[in-house]
């Protein structure tokens, strides 16, 4: 299953994996939840063995719909339902609240959801919004995870990349008190605007590097170096990949308005890494690269 999305939904412009339903405005939860495909509820069963025999101190949590198994946890265990996800980001941030993406990863053993942050920030001339994304597993292999993130979330790796990279996060596990734990998530996610702040610093300090076509290529090399005796193929892959992360820096649309910079860069690379198609107004890579050219040789 691409980018292991079982389902999802989106706000306007569409994922790189083309999976899940769009809209144009972004719901509140109680339409989010049906558009996700995350208007279920996790039931916990004994187990026993095929002889009949009781398995103490653990149980199944299964999907009531469908019956499936998402996975074996111990007894303590307690479930955080998918509307419980939505009813603690609603508190969180109030009323008027609406979801950019949410939706089903891993066949259900985990979902997300994000939120947009009523504010807006101008860093270095640019507008960013941020997020707050909620993650919760039913697998009992991980816990519940929320962050506050600039990172869209439409897949397994973005979702990845938006709670490992986070400067302000709060994490539990399914255990003990869980309302309590989701009270004191309040105090680590709401102070956004301090995070925003330090962002912005970094961003303002990146936005003031200036990087030559050259330095370009040269980063370029060092983040896809030869590998020793490559194959033809593996040449080729090489190749490519060094060719769309090219694109991605000189062509995108979506960085106009941003100057040959470390910033430009580091958003060059974070959108190659997250695996979104190539962003060009171009027809192909050597109408792009007679650009470039044209651009060294003109100014």
Known sequence: ????????????????????????????????????????????????????????????????????VLGVVTSRYKVVQNTDAFAFTDELLGEGVTYETAGSLQGGRRIWLLAKLPQRYIISGDELETYIVFMNAHDGAGGIKAAVTPIRVVCQNTLNLALTTAKRSWSANHTGNIEGKMEDAKAALLYAGKYMAELGKAIDTLSRIKITDHQVYEYINALFPLLEDPTEQQQKNLMRMKEDLKIRYFDAPDLKSVGYNGWRFVNSVSDFATHAKPIKERANYKESLFTYYRRKCHG
């Open 1 to 68: 299953m691409s980018a292991n999305v079982e389902s999802m939904f989106y706000t306007r412009e569409k994922p790189w994996h083309g999976l899940g339903t769009m809209v144009q405005e972004a719901p509140a939860s109680e339409e989010a939840l049906v558009l996700a495909g995350l208007d279920w509820n996790v039931i916990q069963q004994p187990i026993q063995t095929s002889e009949g025999i009781m398995i103490s101190g653990f149980q199944a949590n299964i999907r009531e719909t469908d019956k499936k």
